[in-house]
Nanobody, 116 residues
Framework: QVQLVESGGGLVQPGGSLRLSCTAY????????VTWYRQGPGKERELVAT????????DYATSVKGRFTISRDNARSTAHLQMNSLKPEDTAVYYC?????????WGQGTQVTVSS
């Protein structure tokens, strides 16, 4: 069955870096775009970054632009979110979503905590 498995979350100090991964099973990964979302404590869910299928074009939320990079490796059915210059306000549960023409699938979420 279809699964998106996330990893890479953890505790990091302000200014540090973290790399999240999202690996898909059971779908033709290259035909799906991937979006990373996050939800911080007491906050609404926020779109962080998107990478489209095939051409790999990207979009970022203003709050992370210049600090985060989304990428994909279709041979490994994996998307990544490289997070640099992390700030306490980046603390959240991060979720990946693979979206196609007819369907979409969500990962289980991974906790990112930025604190000194």
């Amino acid at each position: 069955q279809v699964q998106l498995v996330e990893s890479g979350g953890g505790l990091v100090q302000p200014g540090g870096s973290l790399r999240l991964s999202c690996t898909a099973y059971g779908i033709a990964f290259s035909t799906y775009g991937v979006t990373w979302y996050r939800q911080g404590p007491g906050k609404e869910r926020e779109l962080v970054a998107t990478i489209r299928r095939i051409d790999g074009t990207t979009d970022y939320a203003t709050s992370v632009k210049g600090r985060f990079t989304i990428s994909r490796d279709n041979a490994r059915s994996t998307a990544h979110l490289q997070m640099n210059s992390l700030k306490p306000e980046d603390t959240a549960v991060y979720y990946c979503k693979a979206y196609g023409v007819r369907d979409a699938y969500w990962g289980q979420g991974t906790q990112v905590t930025v604190s000194s």
